[in-house]
Every structure is written in structure tokens, then in C-alpha cells.
């Protein structure tokens, strides 16, 4: 799992030297392993979709289905996992913030594309649907 985190910040910052992709591992050893109840989380929702599509409910009902089970997961998630999952989120957020301290001005440019990349698809995107956009890349 290690090494996944590494790989998905390099794509993010570039390549980290190895003082940072160990300050990675640190922080990445105290993560709890959720495997399993990621795995049934998604089987949960997998099932609950597939009940969905063979019912065909009225276009609002389907709406409404799908926002609370991809967007209002509180509303059906035990308590004891939402509670791992908030503790996941600290302690990646306390990596994050722990790697991005040791960052090269090389790396804060790689992400500062990348991150730019984004805002450039989202302007494109909401452009497309007749949205407006204050991005920092829309020229407002």
C-alpha cells in the first residue's frame, strides 16, 4: 500500500528523493487496513445500483437514489466506519502536510501544472454546458 501512496504523489509532484518517500512510509505504516470494508462498501453500492437499473424508476427516483448512495454516503454508512474513515482522512491529510513541507521548488511547479491541468478541464467542461466560470484560468 506503501508504494501505491509513493506512485500517486509522483504523479502529482514528479519523483520524490528517498527522505521523502520514507517520511511516505512512515506515515503510511499507521493507516488501518480498510480493505475489507472498502471492498464490501463498494459491493454494497454495486448491489444497490444494479437494484436500481432492473426497477427503472422515474428519472428524479433514480436521481435521488444515486446521490445518496455516491454522494450522501453518511446517510447509510455505519457509524464505526465513517469514523475510520474521518481517522484515514487526518492522518493522510498529516502526511500530506508533512511531505509538502520538504517539497522543491521543482516539485511545487510539477504540481502547480498539474493542479492547473485541472482547473483548464473544468473551465473546458463547464464551458461546454453553457456554464459560467471565475477560474483563475477562464480570464475573469
Given amino acids: 500500500i506503501a508504494a501505491k501512496w509513493v506512485e500517486h504523489l509522483e504523479s502529482w509532484v514528479g519523483d520524490l528523493d528517498a527522505s521523502q518517500e520514507e517520511l511516505v512510509l512512515q506515515h503510511v505504516r499507521g493507516f488501518a487496513d480498510m480493505a475489507a470494508e472498502r471492498l464490501a462498501d463498494r459491493r454494497y453500492r454495486q448491489r444497490e445500483v444494479l437494484k436500481l437499473v432492473r426497477a427503472k424508476p422515474p428519472r428524479e427516483q433514480m436521481i435521488a437514489a444515486l446521490r445518496t448512495l455516491f454522494i450522501d454516503t ?6 464505526e466506519y465513517l469514523e475510520k474513515l474521518k481517522e484515514r482522512d487526518r492522518q493522510t491529510y498529516e502526511m500530506l502536510a508533512a511531505v509538502s513541507a520538504t517539497f522543491t521548488p521543482e516539485q511545487r511547479g510539477h504540481l502547480a501544472n498539474r493542479v492547473r491541468g485541472y482547473l483548464r478541464d473544468i473551465d473546458e467542461l463547464t464551458a ?13
Fill in 128 to 140: 461546454s454546458t453553457g456554464s459560467t466560470s471565475t477560474g483563475p484560468t477562464s480570464g475573469t
Fill in 74 to 79: 453518511h446517510t447509510w454508512r455505519s457509524p
